[in-house]
């Protein structure tokens, strides 16, 4: 399920607005906003340092956190981020308050499994990944660290569907209207010789039979 869940020491800010971010970020901290769960938004301030290594570390969106907010600790999934667009160090944090019942959506990484297993990629074929991630409505304390894709058996022309993947309980797409197309095998000019002339063998029509001689 989710990576392991970590926590963030705060300090309330009792001013908001542009201006107070910008000292916030003058005095080295990160101003960040907690919202959700029916209460009122709270204006916080982060440890610089604490928040880069959460954010480039990976999985920041997809794990839950507990801010500890003078003692009061409070659980929250991160939601978005601004990085600065010269420097790409963090200036705004926005964090979802969890409740017990608190559901999400969140976009998940896609793995791929068992490559060595596929006949199409042994012949040449080539695995075209149309999505990286899949956004997913799943309980906010049960968020996937990634999907599983396997690829035993797939071969040249196979499409792999969403429908094809084994998801955890309570895990659905946000996309519910269609069984969507998550990779396929495709051919590809580095495809094995024999490969490619048993495609052409099958492609070509029967040659006419050979009249007989008088």
């Given amino acids: 399920m989710s990576h392991d869940?970590?926590?963030l020491k705060a300090e309330a800010r009792e001013q908001v607005g542009k201006g107070s971010a910008r000292a916030v970020r003058r005095n080295?901290?990160?101003p960040a906003v907690i919202y959700g769960d029916k209460q009122p938004p709270l204006a916080i301030a982060l440890t610089y340092k604490d928040i880069y290594y959460k954010i480039h570390g990976g999985g920041f969106l997809t794990t839950v956190a507990t801010i500890d907010l003078d003692g009061n600790k409070i659980e929250v999934l991160p939601k978005d981020f601004q990085l600065d667009p010269v420097k790409d160090f963090p200036v705004h944090v926005d964090f979802l308050r969890i409740g017990k019942d608190t559901e999400v959506n969140v976009d998940?990484?896609?793995h791929f499994i068992n490559e060595d297993k596929s006949p199409g990629i042994k012949r040449g074929g080539v695995l075209n990944i149309v999505r990286h991630e899949v956004e997913f409505h799943c309980p906010a304390n049960?968020?996937?660290?990634f999907i599983i894709v396997d690829l035993t058996g797939t071969d040249i022309g196979d499409s792999i569907h969403i429908s094809a993947v084994t998801l955890p309980a309570g895990v659905k797409p946000v996309i519910s209207d269609r069984d969507f197309t998550i990779a396929t095998i495709a051919g590809s000019s580095a495809m094995k010789p024999e490969a490619a002339e048993e495609t052409t063998e099958a492609a070509a029509p029967e040659a006419a039979p050979a009249?007989?001689?008088k």
């Fill in 5 to 7: 869940t970590y926590e």
């Fill in 28 to 30: 080295g901290k990160v």
């Fill in 108 to 110: 998940v990484p896609v």
């Fill in 142 to 145: 049960a968020i996937p660290d």
């Fill in 211 to 213: 009249a007989e001689e």
